[in-house]
């Protein structure tokens, strides 16, 4: 009698038992490394320093950070600003085409800013900047560059729209550390 032989299918199959042991074992591995980061994570403290505000008998010199450009508002204002008053208050509105300093200009010789920074005394005046939502990357820079002379820095974020109010009755301005 002949025995009858394996019918051939005419393709080839191969066994991927060895290829899927590989897989499930980098999984595997992937997630006891997971594991154990988190849990050695736990253990860490993180600490996030808090700005401290203070009063100060300095006076304060005012800018304003809007559309990422640097506006002075303690001098040229009225480069810069339409001034008026109303109820006990000093009102600046923008006037609407004016150029301030942008993030490259106020580190350069004969800028305003510069030239402010050089001026100021820091034993008694401090930088204090208003702070608009589209303006955080230049209030930064200049920030950097006024504790690089050791002028303190005070700053408040204002929404985008709203108009600088100066008054006798309103708030001092105040050092952030």
């Not at 050695?40 to 300095?58: G, I």
């Not at 950070?65 to 640097?70: A, D, E, I, M, W």
């Not at 204002?77 to 509105?93: G, H, N, S, W």
């Amino acid at each position: 009698m002949r025995r009858r032989g394996k019918k051939s299918t005419g393709s080839f199959s191969f066994n991927i038992d060895s290829l899927m042991d590989i897989v499930t074992n980098i999984v595997g591995m992937l997630v006891i490394i997971g594991i154990i980061s988190s849990l050695s994570l736990r253990s860490k403290d993180f600490v996030f320093e808090t700005p401290m505000v203070y009063e100060t008998e300095k006076a304060s010199i005012i800018f304003e950070c809007r559309n990422n450009q640097l506006f002075p508002v303690s001098q040229n204002a009225e480069t810069f600003y339409y001034r008026t008053y109303a109820a006990y208050q000093e009102v600046l509105i923008p006037v609407p085409d004016a150029q301030g300093e942008s993030i490259a200009e106020i580190s350069q010789p004969g800028s305003i800013f510069y030239e402010m920074l050089n001026q100021t005394d820091p034993q008694k005046q401090f930088f204090y900047f208003i702070v608009r939502s589209d303006s955080y990357d230049i209030f930064r820079e200049a920030r950097k560059l006024a504790w690089e002379k050791n002028i303190e820095v005070g700053w408040t974020p204002k929404p985008k729209d709203e108009i600088i109010l100066f008054s006798p009755y309103g708030e001092r301005t105040k050092v952030v550390d």
